[in-house]
């Protein structure tokens, strides 16, 4: 599978940290993972059919996403729209 990269922004943060415990808050609402640090790491987030997995940056407010693994049902813009949904 080839990887598809995703830039979200996240507005009104002071700082990396802040960013940081915010991701982590709005995913784990939803039983997922952010395992890292303020500069790099994975993420897992749950669906219905299966799990989003990948890795991510951090540049000033914004997450660089790299998708890894996904339910092959499922589309990269749907997986593009879930991710914003959680943490725009």
Same mark, same amino acid.
Request: proline letters at 0%; glycine letters at 10%; hydrophobic letters at 20%.
């Given at each position: 599978m080839s990887k598809h990269h995703i830039s979200i922004e996240i507005g009104a943060v002071k700082n990396k940290a802040e960013l940081m415990e915010k991701a982590? &808050? $709005?995913? $784990?609402?939803?039983?997922?993972?952010l395992d890292g640090d303020e500069h790099s790491g994975s993420f897992d987030l749950p669906i219905m059919i299966g799990h989003i997995k990948?890795?991510? &940056?951090? &540049?000033?407010?914004?997450f660089n996403l790299e998708i890894t693994r996904k339910p092959l049902l499922v589309s990269y813009k749907r997986i593009e729209a879930e991710l914003r949904k959680h943490l725009g």
């Open positions: 982590k &808050t $709005a995913l $784990a609402k939803h039983n997922g993972t990948g890795n991510y &940056t951090i &540049t000033d407010n914004t």
